[in-house]
């Protein structure tokens, strides 16, 4: 066997052990059933009526769920959780408290005024849980008046009024409460896709129209106390499901949380690659970005027997402006430029700044096609009249030279020096020419 798989089998023998060694030294304190035979079984006392008390049951369930939410807000952490607690530990106060008979009656009103008010604040508290969904901050001018009101009148009212009005209207305010969490939840399930919510929603509601119904119908039932007590089964059982959601949303919500953090973590990524492949001066593409895709565009020159063409533009008498003006008006040309530059390609070819005031671009076209290009950068510089707002006392030109990549080729280093040559020619003829 593996190592798990005995460690499973010696987990097994101590619960097994921790079973039957009660039951041998029990056996052997009455001499064993075979020595004694069955008379040692007549000494085990009879079993005795245990009265289930279905109120004492779902308090007993509501403590229980309010301690799984406690684990997952250890877990968790998030203040919504917090109140779902609040709720269910208040339910459960409420159902305990009724869940035992009083001599007195002026001391059973009260206690039903306190249970009532324990569950009305516990649909409250519930409700305060989606208004805090996800991790919102809430005003608690108003819930404070609210639970004043209700604790004034579920404390005083069982010394001034008949006993069935303080149950209908606790039924009444309580359905109220868990109708409007209801349906807080509900939209909270059609916003954001949580089933957890819709379960919730669904349960509260269903929870407010059974409370709602089986008080009434009790107080015109002579079996009240037989409704009632059928009443907190239906309860318990919702609200297993209602705990159920609970738990489902939280998952859910961290789930989402989870999924959030991928796609920033996502985007800090791509805009990580962004930066490491753009120059930040002129938000054209740098020179690594350009040994990334030198490779993979030669092939696919190669492959498909596409056109392809370098074009090197350098920008004339840019130390004289540079010097003149200073770097940062210098910096303001270079951005100029460069964005003049992209403007004039196409979104398939790539504009890159080789360094200083020269710039490469990649053109998916022939050698004719980019010598027409090259022309139309000129013209469009020279339609220009200001270069980011700056008056020149010297007219900026470019010099651009062109070179078509050859199918044979194995790099681009060869095109690129022959339209750096020729960018040089055009820059001499254009002195000559007196630009």
Not at 20 to 44: K, R, T
Not at 76 to 93: D, T
Not at 185 to 194: D, E, K, N, S, V
Request: aromatic share 8%; proline share 3%; hydrophobic share 50%.
């Amino acid at each position: 066997m593996s190592p798990r798989e005995w460690r499973h089998a010696g987990w097994l023998l101590i619960v097994l052990g921790l079973l039957v060694l009660p039951c041998a030294v029990a056996a052997a304190q009455h001499g064993g059933v075979a020595a004694g035979g069955l008379d040692s079984l007549q000494n085990i006392p009879t079993a005795t009526a245990v009265t289930i008390r279905p109120r004492l049951f779902a308090a007993y369930g509501a403590l229980l769920a309010a301690a799984m939410l406690g684990v997952l807000y250890l877990y968790r952490g998030r203040s919504f959780i917090v109140y779902w607690i609040g709720g269910w530990l208040l339910l459960s106060a409420s159902l305990a408290i009724v869940s035992r008979d009083y001599a007195d009656p002026t001391l059973q009103s009260v206690f039903a005024g306190v249970s009532l008010l324990f569950a009305v604040w516990s649909a409250g508290v519930i409700t305060l849980g989606v208004l805090a969904f996800p991790d919102r901050a809430l005003r608690w001018t108003w819930p404070v008046r609210v639970s004043e009101v209700t604790a004034v009148w579920f404390l005083a009212a069982p010394f001034v009024v008949p006993m069935s009005v303080i149950v209908l209207s606790g039924a009444i305010v309580t359905a109220g409460v868990l109708g409007w969490s209801s349906i807080r939840y509900l939209t909270l399930a059609q916003r954001a896709r949580y089933a957890g919510a819709f379960i919730v929603g669904l349960g509260l509601g269903l929870i407010g129209v059974v409370n709602i119904v089986g008080v009434s119908a009790a107080m015109l039932s002579a079996t009240a106390a037989d409704a009632l007590n059928r009443l907190a089964v239906v309860n318990v059982i919702t609200s297993m499901f209602v705990a159920l959601g609970m738990h489902l949303l939280v998952f859910e919500d961290m789930t989402q949380e989870l999924r959030r953090t991928n796609l920033d973590l996502e985007a800090a990524h791509e805009e990580v690659k962004r930066l490491a492949i753009t120059d930040p001066l002129t938000g054209c593409h740098n020179r690594r970005f350009f040994e990334e895709i030198e490779r993979r565009e030669l092939q696919r020159h190669r492959r498909y027997g596409g056109p392809l063409a370098v074009v090197f533009v350098d920008i004339d008498r840019f130390k004289e402006l540079n010097d003149a003006l200073g770097h940062d008006r210098g910096d303001d040309v270079l951005r100029a430029i460069g964005a003049l530059l992209r403007r004039q390609v196409r979104e398939s070819d790539y504009v890159i700044r080789w360094g200083g005031d020269e710039f490469l671009l990649l053109l998916a076209c022939g050698e004719h096609e980019a010598r027409a290009k090259a022309v139309d950068l000129k013209e469009a510089l020279e339609r220009t009249q200001e270069i980011a707002g700056l008056n020149l006392p010297a007219k900026v030109a470019l010099s651009i030279g062109v070179a078509a990549v050859p199918n044979d080729a194995d790099g681009l280093s060869d095109a690129i020096r022959n339209a750096d040559a020729r960018m040089y020619r055009d820059k001499l003829a254009d002195r000559r020419a007196g630009l």
